[in-house]
């Protein structure tokens, strides 16, 4: 019953083809480039395995190379300043997977990248007052100018970063871009057929543009990255992707929505925060420690979401402590449509 013109339909369902092809050359296409990489020594051992014959294997690093070269060729809608803020990006974390960047330099590198983004931004710069403030406020919409372009460069910053510290566990880097994809899609599809007004369809249309290849190209990569992992996305992957996400919620004009999406990476970011600032020194990894008798993984002091979950659970397996993460991440993004729900009335 959505309505979406037959016009819209048309490059969506084109964008879809394109993007299933993505999809089989990305799985044809990452035993090749993960043997390349491995003889050039771009690899690193899978740590929550350490003492096990699987952790002494070399494990090909950064294969979110793939999936953003074919991204890029399945992606073909006119916003350059866009794709070149994601093709910066990709290039500084593929950068970064070959030089091994000390990580409090990593944390800035998507301040360098969103600026091209921020350069070229053209767009509104207004927030729509909730309907019960007006009264008290005495006004409807609200520009905010500069204010709101910080707010989009510190998002951009944001969706990189947190995503790549969410991480070292087999398949949870791809898995939560997997779910976050997947509810902007099904947000993007429902918010064309509820609006009417074609001006407000457009930036979900193109938010459509960017997230199929996205998440058709990672269902790729994720299929080789799923426990136990046969190949490492790498820095490249996460900033690719999580920059893409950012310049979705920013141009497609939900970014409050993607931020609820977020949920667990702004829980993990929360618990982080003491040793991102330095207050509590932080360890190149912040992992699990691995039990050789049991073969579970148990949580250590490191403030992380991961850690959080086994304190409170119990030691479990690293696939089914990734399982349980991206369950949570599906019920923070069902909950996010639940508020959106009960929330409506207050933006109409
Ligand atoms: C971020 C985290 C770090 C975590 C790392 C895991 C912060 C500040 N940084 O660092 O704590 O340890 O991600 O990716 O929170 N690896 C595994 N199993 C996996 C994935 C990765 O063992 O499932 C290991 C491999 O040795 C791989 C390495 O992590 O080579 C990749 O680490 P990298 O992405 O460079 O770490 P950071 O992003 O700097
Ligand atoms: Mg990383």
New binding site residues.
């Given amino acids: 019953h959505y309505s979406i013109d037959s016009e819209f339909r048309r490059s969506i369902i084109i964008n879809a083809g394109l993007s299933l092809a993505g999809f089989f050359v990305t799985v044809r296409m990452i035993p090749v480039v993960a043997r390349l990489l491995l003889r050039r020594g771009i690899c690193?051992?899978?740590?929550?395995k350490e003492g096990t014959p699987r952790g002494n294997v070399k494990v090909p690093?950064a294969l979110g190379i793939v999936v953003a070269l074919v991204f890029f060729v399945v992606w073909h809608a006119p916003y350059y300043a866009a794709i070149a803020c994601v093709a910066f990006m990709t290039l500084l974390g593929f950068v970064d997977d070959g030089l091994n960047v000390p990580?409090r330099v990593?944390l800035v590198l998507p301040s360098i990248a969103a600026l091209s983004l921020l350069m070229a931004y053209t767009g509104h710069t207004t927030i729509v007052i909730p309907k019960p403030l007006v009264p008290h406020i005495g006004i409807e919409i609200l520009d905010l100018g500069w204010i709101y372009k910080l707010y989009m460069w510190l998002l951009a910053i944001f969706c990189t970063n947190s995503i790549?510290?969410h991480?070292?566990?087999?398949g949870?880097e791809v898995g939560q871009t997997v779910v976050i994809t997947y509810a902007i899609l099904i947000h993007n599809i429902m918010q064309i057929g509820t609006l009417t007004d074609r001006q407000y369809k457009l930036p979900h249309v193109f938010s459509i543009y960017f997230v199929q290849p996205l998440l058709a190209t990672s269902l790729a990569l994720f299929s080789y990255n799923w426990y136990p992992?046969s190949v490492?996305v790498?820095?490249t992957y996460?900033y690719f992707a999580g920059m893409t996400l950012a310049v979705v919620g920013i141009l497609g004009h939900f970014s409050e929505t993607l931020l609820i999406f977020f949920l667990p990476q702004v829980l993990n970011f929360l618990l982080?925060l003491p040793q991102?600032s330095g207050y509590i020194p932080?360890p190149r990894?912040?992992?699990p420690r691995f039990n050789h008798q049991t073969g579970l993984l148990t949580g250590t002091n490191d403030g992380?979401l991961i850690n959080f979950f086994l304190r409170n659970l119990g030691p479990k397996s690293e696939k089914s402590l990734c399982i349980y993460l991206l369950v949570f991440q599906g019920i923070a993004c069902g909950f996010c449509f639940l508020l959106r729900h009960f929330l409506a009335g207050w933006y109409k």
Avoid: M, V
């Fill in positions: 690193g051992l899978d740590i929550n690093e990580w990593k790549n510290i991480a070292g566990l087999n949870l992992s490492f790498g820095d996460t982080s991102l932080c990894h912040r992992l992380t």
